[in-house]
C-alpha cells in the first residue's frame, strides 16, 4: 500500500483524540485512559497564600488545559527535581562568573525562567523520544544514548536513520555473490579472503591485522560457517553502547564511545545515500555553503559513487572529524563484490577510553591521508569554500577539506 509519513506530531494526535473522544491505542489514547490526566511536564511556580503551585502541562492535553496544582498533590519526583534543575541552570548561565545563590523564598518565576524550562522539558522529551527511534530503527544489540546538556537543540528535522545503504533512483548495484566458502572452521584454503587474492583481516580475537588501505572480505549469506565466524565482523554491526552528544564548541552533535575500545576493534560502518560522482558535486556546493561535510567518496576502485550522509545514515552521521582521529576507514565486501560500491567501516587506531568522543579523518581514504599540502591536486569539487576545522588537535590543518 502507498503511504506517507503522518506530519502531525504525537502531541497533536494525542490532543485530536481526547477532543473527539476517540481513542488509538498506537498513540497511547485507550478508553481507560481517555479522560485520565498525567503530569507531562511542569511550566511555572508561584507562592500563593504561603502555599506553593506548580503550572502543569498535561500528558496528551493541550496547553490551554494547563492547570495550577499544589506541590502536594504532585506525585513525580523526577519531573520536579528536572524543573528545579532547569531554573538553577538558566540563572547560573544569567550570572556566568559569579556566585549563584538560589532564593527558596522567590514567590514567582521570571516569565524569561518559566520559558526556559519549558523549552528545555520539551526538549527534554522530544530528545527521549529520539532515543526510542533510533533504538527501534538499529539492528545491532549495542544501546544508542542521546544528550545534550549544552544548549536548546533537539533532534535533527531531516535525518532519517538507516542500517545500510540507500541507493538513489537509477543506480544499478552489481551484486556478484552466488556461492561462499565451504569452510566449517574459517579461515581455510578456499576461505572468501583468500579466494579474492587477499589475506584473512582478523586475528583470532577477531581484532583487526591489515594495514589500512587493504580491503576486508567477510564470509557472506552464501557461506557454509555459522554466525560465530571469525570472518564476519562488520555485518553484525556496532558492538559498542554509543552516545549521540551536544558539544560544547560549536562542532554541533559528536558521538562518544560508553565502553572501552580497543585497538584495532570495529566500531561502525558509514552508510547513507549511494549517489553518482556528478551529484555529488551538486550536492556539495549546497553542503559547502552551509558549512556541512556528509559527502565520502567510494574511490577504492573508481570514483563513480559517492555516499551522502546528509539525510540519510546511521549513527556515523553524527561523528566529527579530527585532524588526529581515532578511527580509521576500510572498504569491507561481504554480500557485494561491486567493487564500486564497498562497505566503509571505521575501526580504532589506539585504545578509546569510555567517555571518548570518536572521529576520523574526513580526508582519509584507506591508506591515504591527505594533507594541506596534497589538497592542490584534488578534483574542482574538492576545492570550494572550505571549511574551517574546530578539531583542536596539535597536528590541527586549519581545514575540513
Not at 494526535?13 to 481507560?32: A, V
Not at 583481516?201 to 589500512?212: G, H, T
Not at 571518548?356 to 569554500?385: H, N, W
Request: net charge positive.
Amino acid at each position: 500500500a502507498w503511504y506517507v509519513p503522518c506530519l502531525a506530531s504525537l502531541e497533536t494526535l494525542q490532543e485530536l483524540c481526547r477532543k473527539e473522544n476517540l481513542s488509538c491505542k498506537s498513540i497511547g489514547i485507550t478508553n481507560r485512559s481517555l479522560k485520565s490526566y498525567e503530569v507531562e511536564y511542569l511550566c511555572d511556580y508561584k507562592v500563593d497564600e504561603g502555599t506553593a503551585y506548580y503550572l502543569v502541562k498535561w500528558k496528551g492535553w493541550p496547553e490551554s488545559s494547563n492547570t495550577w496544582e499544589p506541590q502536594k498533590n504532585l506525585k513525580c519526583p523526577l519531573l520536579l527535581q528536572n524543573f528545579l534543575s532547569d531554573k538553577k541552570e538558566y540563572l547560573s548561565r544569567m550570572r556566568e562568573g559569579k556566585a549563584l545563590q538560589v532564593r527558596n523564598n522567590i514567590k514567582a518565576l521570571k516569565p524569561a525562567v518559566a520559558d526556559y524550562i519549558v523549552k528545555k522539558a520539551k526538549q527534554r522529551i522530544a530528545l527521549q523520544r529520539w532515543k526510542e527511534e533510533l533504538n527501534r530503527k538499529k539492528n545491532h544489540k549495542a544501546m544508542i544514548l542521546v544528550e545534550n546538556t549544552v544548549d536548546l537543540e533537539g533532534p535533527p528535522l531531516d535525518f532519517y536513520y538507516i542500517n545500510e545503504y540507500k541507493t538513489a533512483p537509477g543506480i544499478n548495484v552489481i551484486n556478484g555473490i552466488t556461492t561462499g566458502c565451504e569452510c566449517t572452521d574459517c579461515p581455510a584454503e578456499k576461505c572468501c579472503p583468500k579466494e579474492a587474492g587477499f589475506i584473512l583481516a582478523y586475528n583470532k580475537r577477531k581484532k583487526l591485522k591489515i594495514q589500512p588501505g587493504l580491503p576486508i572480505y567477510e564470509c557472506n549469506s552464501f557461506c557454509r560457517c555459522g554466525p560465530d565466524c571469525p570472518n564476519r565482523i562488520v555485518q553484525k554491526g556496532t558492538p559498542y553502547s554509543l552516545c549521540i552528544f551536544r558539544t560544547n564548541n560549536g562542532r554541533g552533535w559528536g558521538v562518544k564511545t560508553l565502553q572501552k575500545i580497543k585497538t584495532n576493534s570495529f566500531v561502525m560502518e558509514y552508510v547513507g545515500e549511494v549517489i553518482t560522482s556528478e551529484e555529488a558535486e551538486r550536492r556539495g556546493q549546497l553542503y559547502d555553503n552551509q558549512g556541512n561535510t556528509y559527502l565520502f567518496d567510494l574511490d577504492y576502485d573508481s570514483d563513480e559513487f559517492t555516499v551522502d550522509a546528509a539525510r540519510y545514515g546511521n549513527v556515523s552521521h553524527f561523528v566529527n572529524h579530527s585532524c588526529d582521529p581515532n578511527l580509521q576507514v576500510f572498504n569491507v565486501f561481504i554480500d557485494n563484490l561491486d567493487l564500486r560500491l564497498p562497505r566503509i567501516a571505521l575501526f580504532s587506531t589506539r585504545t578509546i577510553k569510555a567517555g571518548e568522543e570518536l572521529t576520523f579523518d574526513y580526508q582519509m581514504k584507506g591508506s591515504i591521508d591527505l594533507t594541506a599540502d596534497s589538497a592542490d591536486g584534488l578534483s574542482p569539487s574538492k576545492k570550494r569554500i572550505r571549511t574551517v576545522c574546530k578539531c583542536g588537535a596539535v597536528c590541527c590543518r586549519g581545514y575540513l577539506n
